[in-house]
Antibody
Framework: QVQLQESGPGLVKPSQTLTLICTVS??????????WTWIRQTAGNGLEWMGR???????RYNPSLKSRVTISLDSSENQFSLSLSSVTAEDTAVYYCARGPLRGGSVAFDVWGQGTMVTVSS | DIQMTQSPSSLSASVGDRVTISCRAS??????VNWYQQMPQKAPKLLIFGASNLKSGVPSRFSGSGSGRDFTLTISSLQPEDFATYYC?????????FGQGTKVDIK
């Protein structure tokens, strides 16, 4: 079955850039009709959709993150990544990667990674 | 952004009870709503997509209904493994926003 696995540092210093990688197994990130997505969860703000990259490489981001977020594909490794710059304590969260098949114009996240906790602290 | 408001934020119920969770969108989202179940320390799991379509493998005691702004998730007969937090999410437009969650615990 399709599996997603997040990896990256558990601790990031304020003002630095957070980079996470999602490794996809048993599905190809460069084919099909999938939105490869990053979602984070905090105690205060619940679940927040951060952005997605389509198999073509087109991206869409949450405006709340302003210009701090970048999502990219690495087809050779079958991975996609999240980069979040200028982090603050408010970016402390559990970060999930997820697959969202596009069906009839709608997207539902049917496969999720297990999540990775990231703490922003000096 | 489209706001998704769930009610109640928590409820207590017994095994065998019928449970209903509501979700209201701040504008018309047609049938573009999905429902997820989240166990503690685990990732959310998709239950319902497109307002009323049961994901393959999800027990038939779960059902979804609604269109426009008002949606409902129903658990027809609550089972011990159903005690969890449930979220609605709109996929009509980005950013794809989630409700704040409804925690279902044991009465």
């Amino acid at each position: 079955q399709v599996q997603l696995q997040e990896s990256g540092p558990g601790l990031v210093k304020p003002s630095q850039t957070l980079t996470l990688i999602c490794t996809v197994s048993n599905d190809s990130i460069s084919s099909g009709n999938n939105h490869w997505t990053w979602i984070r969860q905090t105690a205060g703000n619940g679940l927040e959709w951060m952005g997605r990259i389509f198999t073509t490489g087109s991206t869409r981001y949450n405006p709340s993150l302003k210009s701090r977020v970048t999502i990219s594909l690495d087809s050779s490794e079958n991975q996609f990544s999240l980069s979040l710059s200028s982090v603050t304590a408010e970016d402390t969260a559990v970060y999930y990667c997820a697959r969202g098949p596009l069906r009839g114009g709608s997207v539902a996240f049917d496969v999720w990674g297990q999540g990775t906790m990231v703490t922003v602290s000096s | 952004d489209i706001q998704m408001t769930q009610s109640p934020s928590s409820l207590s119920a017994s095994v065998g009870d019928r449970v209903t969770i509501s979700c209201r969108a701040s504008e018309n989202i047609f049938s573009y709503v999905n429902w997820y179940q989240q166990m503690p320390q685990k990732a959310p799991k998709l239950l319902i997509f497109g307002a009323s379509n049961l994901k393959s493998g999800v027990p038939s005691r779960f059902s979804g209904s609604g269109s426009g702004r008002d949606f409902t998730l129903t658990i027809s007969s609550l089972q011990p493994e159903d005690f969890a937090t449930y979220y609605c999410q709109q996929s009509y437009t980005t950013p794809h926003t989630f409700g704040q969650g409804t925690k279902v615990d044991i009465k």
